[in-house]
């Protein structure tokens, strides 16, 4: 029964790592002063000090960014431009 009980933990952790898969998060960067949106999930360590997160869209992270209050306002030409190089 152990057994069966771990292997289910088991096959659990991976299918949740295998839909993260398509997803996007908004991240506070200490060392730029922005937040940016990156499709892997972060690691809060370093210069990153905030992830919110997962979205199923870009659009929704971009919702969400907006409504966060650490984000400073998105600067129109970074929208044109894209995103961060971190996606």
């Known amino acids: 029964m152990k057994c069966w009980i771990a292997a289910g933990a088991l096959l659990l952790a991976t ?3 295998g839909l ?3 997803m996007f998060w908004v991240v506070g960067d200490r060392a ?3 937040c940016e949106i990156v499709t892997s999930n972060p690691v809060i360590i370093g210069d990153i000090w905030f992830g919110d997160g ?3 869209s870009r659009a929704d992270a971009k919702l969400a960014r907006s409504t966060i209050r650490a ?3 998105a600067n129109p030409d970074e929208e ?3 995103e961060s190089a971190t996606d």
């Open 15 to 17: 299918a949740t790592a």
């Open 20 to 22: 993260a898969d398509g």
């Open 32 to 34: 730029t002063g922005k």
């Open 54 to 56: 997962p979205y199923r």
């Open 71 to 73: 984000c400073p306002p």
């Open 80 to 82: 044109k431009d894209g």
